[in-house]
């Protein structure tokens, strides 16, 4: 059974950072991060691949980094100049696909951005 564990969520002022981990039970081809907000559709954070490829969305463009220990199975995510509208809860993702969202999921862990 796969497992996805998060960690790093909390709580931070505006313009602030936050590191989010994610630890995987086994090797996956893609991980990455994706958010959702209340009354919002879940929305494209960052992937990368297992060749260091990565992928970020619009809204968090050029104020997210993306990395892997391959070692460990972990896929981190540093957000920096943080918004209130970035709060929401981060779910970790995986798979062996270089098209389609991964099949797996962590439990989210909530990050709350205040002004």
Not at 29 to 34: E, L, Q, T
Not at 40 to 67: C, F, M, P, W, Y
């Amino acid at each position: 059974q796969v497992h996805l564990v998060e960690s790093g969520g909390g709580a931070v002022q505006a313009g602030g950072s936050l590191i989010l981990s994610c630890v995987a039970s086994e090797r996956f081809i893609v991980m990455g991060w994706y958010r959702q907000a209340p009354g919002k559709q879940r929305e494209l954070v960052a992937t990368i691949t297992s060749g260091g490829i990565t992928n970020s969305g619009d809204t968090v463009k050029g104020r997210v980094t993306i990395s892997r220990d391959y070692d460990k199975n972990t896929v981190y995510l540093q957000m920096n100049s943080l918004k209130p509208e970035d709060t929401a809860v981060y779910y970790c993702n995986a798979g062996d696909s270089m098209v389609y969202v991964g099949p797996y999921w962590g439990q989210g862990t909530q990050v709350t951005v205040f002004s």
